[in-house]
Antibody, heavy 119, light 107 residues
Framework: EVQLSESGGGLVQPGGSLRLSCAAS????????MSWVRQAPGKGLEWVSA????????YYADSVKGRFSISRDNSKNTLYLQMKSLRAEDTAVYYC????????????WGQGTLVTVSS | DIQMTQSPSSLSASIGDRVTITCRAS??????LAWYQQKPGKAPKLLLY???RVESGVPSRVSGSGSGTHYTLTISSLQPEDFATYYC?????????FGGGTKVEIK
């Protein structure tokens, strides 16, 4: 059974940093691209970033480019999102998502972790 | 970037009703479209991919169609568990983009 479990969310001041983690199990982690998708309170879904199975290719939404960094440790079956220079508009639930066969759509999602950027 | 426009943004329907949600892309996406269902406080759930392929375990009352820039999700006979918010997502190109969502409420 595929399981994705995010952690690392919390309250952070504007301009601060935070690192999210997503622990994966139930599949061959290194074989699959993964993404982070966020959802601001009461709003829709926004794709944030993606990384290939090897970690060699990364992609970002313009809204986070230069501030966020996606990475993975295939030996630990863990996905990361390093977030810097956080803004109030980054406040959201952050989901990690498993991409089916490098297709671009997501068949498994974690339960999400809430990031609140506020002074 | 490919913009995805969903309509309506919300609808009220009764049990047994046929419901159709539309998603329009700002350019052709060659059926690279997925639909998700999300209930309050929960992660999205994949319903359809490649515009019309039904994910395993999804009831047969759910179907998808479309081509080019125009796609639809149809629920043939609305059931209590179908009241939720639905999102389309294009994966024809990056950035991946979602529609704004359609909230299906009980009439």
């Amino acid at each position: 059974e595929v399981q994705l479990s995010e952690s690392g969310g919390g309250l952070v001041q504007p301009g601060g940093s935070l690192r999210l983690s997503c622990a994966a199990s139930g599949f061959t982690f290194r074989s699959y691209a993964m993404s982070w998708v966020r959802q601001a309170p009461g709003k829709g879904l926004e794709w944030v970033s993606a990384i290939s199975g090897s970690g060699g290719s990364t992609y970002y939404a313009d809204s986070v480019k230069g501030r966020f960094s996606i990475s993975r440790d295939n030996s630990k079956n863990t996905l990361y999102l390093q977030m810097k220079s956080l803004r109030a508009e980054d406040t959201a639930v952050y989901y990690c998502a498993h991409e089916r066969d490098s297709s671009g759509y997501f068949d498994y999602w974690g339960q999400g972790t809430l990031v609140t950027v506020s002074s | 970037d490919i913009q995805m426009t969903q309509s309506p943004s919300s609808l009220s329907a009764s049990i047994g009703d046929r419901v159709t949600i539309t998603c329009r892309a700002s350019q052709g996406i060659s059926n690279s479209l997925a639909w998700y269902q999300q209930k309050p406080g929960k992660a999205p759930k994949l319903l359809l991919y490649t515009a019309s392929r039904v994910e395993s375990g999804v009831p047969s009352r759910v179907s998808g169609s479309g081509s080019g820039t125009h796609y639809t999700l149809t629920i043939s006979s609305l059931q209590p568990e179908d009241f939720a918010t639905y999102y389309c997502q294009q994966y024809s190109g990056t950035p991946l983009t979602f529609g704004g969502g359609t909230k299906v409420e009980i009439k």
